[in-house]
């Protein structure tokens, strides 16, 4: 099993709709991101927490809201999609004092 | 201005041969580290490698190594005797300053195909 778990792995959904992607993770870790990987873009940052009680913004968070439920759940809303938003959304993790971040295997969301 | 720049959108490499990815960044920290990520087409992200600023040997990870030029600012990923499951998208990342816990910054990533 993997240790960052991104659950729904695919969704189609319409315009308007409201969506949330979960991340939940076995290592650990108290730091934990939200990122989203469009074609040419690479990878831009969304929201990112460092525990339960410490969540901040990233690069790219309009349109988009974050929920760290306990330390091994942080979850990503989208309250309504639009077609801009069709993307792969990648969880990642990482300790304090860890170095590189350890990522999921990406939650493809796809917005008629 | 881009903090990190991959210039290369696409590379093509014989099996067996060495490729060497390109990343220059941009920061006024003189405390980064540099990653390189692997991305293939099953879309997981992979950590391949990793760079200090402060590291005066270039990194190494048995077929990766990390081309560390710091006055030029530039992390080339060199990848040896390439294989065909090096195929893959590659992300050159940073993340500036002294604190580990900021975030990593990618860039727009090059497509390597291995070819046989």
């Known amino acids: 099993d993997a240790d960052v778990t991104q659950t729904p792995r695919n969704r189609i959904t319409k315009t308007g709709k409201r969506i949330m992607l979960e991340c939940s993770q076995t290592?650990?870790?108290?730091?934990m991101y939200w990122y989203r990987q469009d074609p040419g873009l690479g990878l831009r940052l969304i929201y990112y927490s460092f525990d339960v009680k410490d969540i901040n913004k990233g690069e790219i968070s309009d349109g988009y809201s974050v929920s760290r439920q306990a330390q091994a759940k942080f979850s990503l809303s989208l309250e309504s999609a639009i077609p801009n938003q069709t993307a792969l959304y990648f969880c990642a993790t990482n300790i304090k004092q860890g170095r590189e971040l350890f990522f999921g295997e990406g939650s493809r969301l796809t917005v008629l | 201005a881009q903090k990190i720049t991959q210039t290369q959108p696409g590379m093509f490499v014989q099996e067996k041969e060495a490729v060497t990815l390109d990343c220059t960044y941009d920061?006024?920290?003189?405390?980064?580290?540099l990653f390189w990520y692997k991305q293939p087409s099953s879309g997981e992200m992979i950590f391949l490698i990793y760079?200090?600023?402060?590291?005066?040997q270039n990194a190494t990870e048995g077929r990766y190594s990390l081309n560390f030029q710091k006055a030029r600012k530039s992390a080339n990923l060199v990848i040896s005797a390439s294989q065909l499951g090096d195929s893959a998208m590659y992300f050159c990342?940073?993340?500036?300053?002294?604190?580990?816990?900021?975030?990593?910054?990618f860039g727009s990533g090059t497509r390597l195909q291995v070819q046989p």
């Open positions: 290592k650990g870790h108290d730091r």
């Open positions: 990342a940073m993340r500036e300053g002294p604190r580990v816990e900021r975030a990593l910054t």
């Open positions: 920061t006024s920290d003189q405390s980064y580290g």
């Open positions: 760079q200090g600023s402060y590291d005066e």
